[in-house]
């Protein structure tokens, strides 16, 4: 039976502005320190969990602010704008959610909403494995029946922020029998939790993120078992991830394109007060076209959010078209991204090109590059490309 509870919440549209206000006051002021730090980004993370925004995309009937994709992923942004390692993590944890709402049974609600909608519960995920080279369809660890449940053990290659998170979800084969793509996504929550760094992140971007390889242990109860990896991928991880995970590179785009109107309003007024003859800069030039890029990237990611909240309880949202456009998607907004910020960092010269300069985009740049790596742009245009040839039209 579903269980209303009882606490402070936000509506979905005060999910975007709590976002906003979070991002400016608490994650840009210490975006510097997390990044050079290299850093766990607590106090933004603390801040989220206080405002209710990790339990944002919980539906109203379990207590949530109900959260749309779109709203989630405008929230994203907001926070990417001014620390981007913070950005991810909140995608990060929310993709999670997700898979909970979508995925979970009423036992796993029962168990994790209430400590997600009070702040007390970050949401971590280990789909990577030691030696797959980053594929997440297939994977070495397996359930191992156990008395009242399984036992997990992973060698993950990485896990997102996970010396910091209360649970994790992880995929694994579903029997020791199984075969590689046979996969179940799982939760493993403290107390039967362990995870043993066997790692480092010592990486060029996104810093703060801390997601070491590590041995993940855990006990699983039955009902922590989500379901079918395949299908989860199919009607809520493609989608949800590519969207949310986008919306951080929106947010790193849009800050290096604010540096950059700021660089040249400044150079036009001293144009101007230099009685130049008021001729339009080449520079705003530059950021004119800059615009009509950072226009497309927007309109990519939120008419893929609207659209996946068209479809994602019908068959459509498994249907190779669709997958295409999600592929697409997460193509077009990783390259989008980092031509954006590369523009901006022209247009702000050598101000950007300098560490100690108010300028600065050097930490824009370095988190911007990981966005075709997140999962490799090859493997999305690979996927398209078996699509194409079975598919009839575009």
């Known amino acids: 039976m579903v269980t209303q509870y009882d606490l402070p919440m936000a509506d979905s ?7 906003a206000r979070i991002g400016e006051d608490i994650a840009g002021p210490s975006a510097d320190a997390v990044d050079r730090e ?8 603390d801040a989220l969990g206080s405002s209710g925004l990790l339990g944002a995309l919980i539906p109203t009937e379990w207590g949530g602010p109900g959260a749309t994709l779109p709203e989630a992923s405008q929230a994203v942004t907001a926070i990417s704008r001014h620390c981007a390692s913070s950005g991810l993590i909140f995608a990060m944890h929310l993709i999670q959610v997700a898979y909970l709402e979508r995925h979970g049974s009423d036992a796993v609600k029962h168990s994790l909403f209430p400590a997600l909608l009070a702040g007390d519960m970050l949401l971590g995920s280990a789909n990577s494995e030691v030696s797959l080279e980053g594929a997440r369809r297939t994977s070495i660890c397996a359930l191992e029946p156990v008395e009242g449940g399984y036992r997990l053990e992973k060698q993950a290659s990485t896990v997102s922020y996970g010396e910091y998170t209360d649970a994790i979800l992880a995929t694994a084969r579903r029997s020791p029998d199984s075969p590689p793509n046979e996969q179940v996504l799982v939760v493993c929550a403290h107390p039967s939790m362990e995870l043993t760094p066997t790692g480092t992140w ?3 971007g996104l810093r703060g993120t801390c997601s070491r390889a590590g041995l993940l242990r855990s006990d ?19 989608s949800v991830g590519n969207v949310l995970l986008g919306s951080t590179w929106v947010g790193i785009a849009e800050a290096a394109a604010s540096s950059a109107h700021a660089s040249v309003r400044a ?24 615009s009509v890029v950072l226009q497309q990237l927007r309109e990519v990611i939120h008419g893929g959010a609207v659209e996946y909240e068209r479809v994602k309880d019908t068959s459509e949202v498994q249907t190779l078209k669709f997958t295409a456009r999600m592929d697409n998607l ?6 989008l991204a980092q031509a954006v910020v590369l523009q901006a960092l022209a247009i702000c010269g050598l101000k950007g090109y300098r560490n100690d300069s108010e300028r600065s985009l050097g930490r824009n740049v370095r988190d911007v590059l990981a966005a075709p790596l997140m999962v490799n742009n090859d493997r999305s245009l690979q996927g398209n490309a078996q699509s194409l040839l079975i598919r009839k039209e575009l």
């Open 330 to 335: 997460k193509v077009a907004t990783s390259t």
């Open 267 to 290: 150079d036009a007024r001293r144009s101007r007060a230099a009685d130049s003859g008021g001729e339009t800069p080449l520079s705003a030039l530059r950021l004119a076209e800059l």
């Open 38 to 45: 290299a850093r766990f980004p607590s106090e933004t993370l």
């Open 202 to 204: 010592d990486t060029l």
């Open 220 to 238: 699983v109860p039955p009902e922590f078992v989500l379901g079918d990896f395949a299908e989860i991928l199919a009607r809520t991880s493609l």
């Open 13 to 19: 549209v005060g999910v975007v502005a709590d976002a």
